[in-house]
């Protein structure tokens, strides 16, 4: 089945600076890849999501890129900012219409400093 | 609209006991979703329902763990016999086209 790898485990940067989170998957057939923001206590919030036929997609100051050549895949935040602080979650699922397993990363603990 | 909603918030029970977490997803999605989160790590899958039938059962843990969905809506996870290694966040999340929404968790510590 698929497995997620995900890295770093706790990432720290200076606000303003730019956060990297990456993964990598090991089923060739996925295609399809949410990332989640979990703040403390709260269930986990789709922030952005892309499907294998494109290999970037922009949201403002979040970006993922899509290799699936090397099958790995990562989030890129630019111009942090405080509230951006949370664990942050890839996953990867095959897509089917109406339903679809998602296997998730190990999750990534970002913390901006001010 | 209201999101996905979980009951209880928090769960403290005995080991032995059994013990029931409902969801209750956002109206008009088909699929339902149970996750389980344990102390800082990632999310484990449990078990999907499309309608009312549940297509892949395959992450359950144990036949301790049991799941149901009546009327296309509401959907209650029964734990029997809890063990300590129960004690996690379960997590549920519904879908209608492909995004999954999550609701805030159960916490469950299991003494």
Known sequence: GENVEQHPSTLSVQEGDSAVIKCTYSDSASNYFPWYKQELGKGPQLIIDIRSNVGEKKDQRIAVTLNKTAKHFSLHITETQPEDSAVYFCAASIYQPGAQKLVFGQGTRLTINP | ?111
């Not at chain 2, 909603?5 to 403290?12: A, I, L, M, R």
């Open chain 2, 1 to 111: 609209g209201a999101g996905v909603s979980q009951s209880p918030s928090n769960k403290v029970t005995e080991k032995g006991k059994d013990v029931e977490l409902r969801c209750d997803p956002i109206s008009g999605h088909t699929a339902l979703y149970w996750y389980r989160q344990s102390l800082g790590q990632g999310l484990e899958f449990l078990i999907y329902f499309q309608g009312n039938s549940a297509p892949d059962k395959s992450g359950l843990p144990s036949d301790r763990f049991s799941a149901e969905r009546t009327g296309g809506s509401v959907s209650t996870l029964t734990i029997q016999r809890t063990q300590q290694e129960d004690s996690a966040v379960y997590l549920c999340a519904s879908s209608l086209v492909v995004t999954q929404y999550f609701g805030p968790g159960t916490r469950l510590l299991v003494l």
